[in-house]
């Protein structure tokens, strides 16, 4: 199969081929994996109980995805990714806050993936071959699973929409047998090693959960969706049909891992690491069968992202090629990954990770679907590529290609958020206000969105695409 050679221009209707059930694949296959898993995780190291764990992931993931599953009608009308069409509400040049939100949560979430898998693939292979854990045997492990997630994300979409169908079967059946291996040792009671609730008291440490393991796996695609559906034909495919499989995908690709995490936590006893306890506590005969879900799990999720990470440099850098790109932010994700593995510790840098990118990623999708739904779907596609052409003027040029209404409604929202969030290690001023509860996502999309319908109220959201010039070429 060739390599893709789309970027982020617009894509031809001939080569929109896919469909909703291509759009279920990708967000099932690809969430399936350690990298997802790990989240359920989380609210077990903040000392919650089981139900009350569970009852944080499904609540978190369910508010996320009523949110973030409408932006995947975006896409199905511009024919580009979410960053590029963002340029409707903030401009051709400011839709760069979008490329540079998505190319941070790709980053993170890339490297989370291959560290967490890594981890889990290298205590596989001491059980099962004696492989020491030395520094040594994580960094090839790390680079065997880098090179194979790099190859995944050059060849493009179509390569990785392929093993996505793969792996949604693959990997359901690893998880099944996943559960049969560690239900005998399975618990309901919060462990003990935890410390207790993280935050002192119940509603808080709840309310974290809800957000960091809930909350955050939705957000991560409020830019990828767009990868997907611009693969798909509004001719072909109702919105209603691509927001139903986009609400499928995403529920069922984030609660089924999450909730195996969850799980395996208690089963596992891991209080304060997921990966050493969860291959400690597997069977014999599971070892194989956790070894396959750990390096094509992986592999499959973290080509994804670092796919969309290529596309948002792209976007940044409009003389780069994709397949450029796509090297360049490998690179940046591997040395993540090793600075994961050798200098962070796992919850805080989890935590704070998903917070801090929740906070300043909200706002953003909020006024890009506020902006959907003021020009009811119709978007100019030829001037959202103003920016990438290198030239200027069209429906979106506002002053100068920045919409700069646009740019301070989210920066007012991100700080909002920034300033309500609780990090392991820190505290935002505005949590005296909430009673030390982290209400960073709802403040940044309300201050956000309001600031945006504020500062461009009785404004018409851009001018008429078709009474525009095109682009004036400029080098």
């Known amino acids: 199969m060739p390599i893709e050679q789309r970027g982020v221009d617009t894509i031809p209707e001939a080569e929109r081929t896919s469909g909703p059930r291509d759009l279920v694949s ?59 069409s963002s340029g409707a509400q903030f401009g051709v040049r400011g839709r760069l806050v979008g490329s540079v939100v998505g190319l941070l949560l790709s980053l993170g979430y890339t490297a989370l993936t291959v560290w967490i898998g890594g981890d889990a693939m290298t205590g596989v292979l001491h059980r099962l071959f004696g492989l020491p854990t030395g520094g040594v045997s994580y960094a090839v492990v790390y680079a065997v699973l880098a090179a194979a997630t790099v190859v995944g994300a050059v060849y493009g979409y179509r390569v990785l929409l392929r093993l996505s169908r793969v792996l949604a079967v693959g990997m359901t059946a690893l998880l099944i047998l996943g559960v049969a291996a560690y239900a005998p040792h399975f618990t309901t009671g919060a462990l003990p090693d935890a410390g207790g609730y993280l935050l002192g008291s119940f509603w808080p440490t709840w309310l974290l959960a809800l957000v960091a393991a809930g909350l955050s796996g939705p957000i991560a695609f409020i830019t990828l969706l767009g990868d997907y559906t611009r693969y798909i034909s509004p001719s072909r495919h109702t919105p209603r049909r691509v927001l139903h499989a986009t609400w499928l995908g995403l529920t069922a690709g984030l609660l089924v891992p999450q909730l195996f995490g969850t799980f395996t936590a208690y089963a596992a006893r891991a209080a304060t690491d997921y990966a050493g306890p969860l291959v400690a506590a597997a069977p014999g005969w599971y070892l194989v069968p956790l070894l396959l879900a750990a390096s094509a799990g992986s592999v499959g999720n973290a080509g994804l992202m670092l796919y969309s990470m290529g596309l948002d440099l792209d976007a940044i850098l409009p003389r780069a090629s994709r397949t450029q790109a796509t090297f360049a932010v490998a690179g940046v994700a591997t040395v993540c990954v090793f600075a994961g593995h050798y200098a962070w510790d796992a919850q805080a840098a989890m935590t704070s990770f998903v917070l801090l990118l929740t906070a300043i990623g909200t706002p953003w999708a909020v006024i890009t679907l506020i ?14 590529q103003v920016f990438n052409r290198r030239s200027r003027g069209g429906a979106y040029w506002y002053r100068g290609g920045w919409n700069w209404r646009a740019v301070l409604a989210w920066a ?33 999309g309300v201050v956000g969105g309001a600031a945006y319908a504020a500062l461009t109220w009785g404004r018409v959201p851009h001018p008429t695409p078709s009474l525009n010039p095109p682009g004036v070429e400029v080098g």
């Open 412 to 444: 007012l929202g991100a700080g909002a958020g920034l300033l309500a969030v609780s990090l392991p290690q820190w505290s935002g001023p505005l949590l005296r206000f909430t009673g030390g509860v982290d209400c960073s996502f709802l403040l940044s």
């Open 371 to 384: 902006g959907f739904v003021r020009c009811r779907g119709v978007y100019d596609a030829d001037a959202l």
């Open 26 to 84: 990708i967000l099932l296959g690809s969430n399936l994996c350690l990298g997802v898993i790990v989240f359920g995780w989380l609210p077990v190291s903040f000392g919650l109980g089981w139900w009350a764990s569970v009852s944080a992931v499904v609540a978190g993931t369910l508010v996320g995805t009523l949110l973030t599953a409408p932006l995947a009608l975006v896409s199905l009308r511009t024919a580009t990714n979410l960053s590029t």
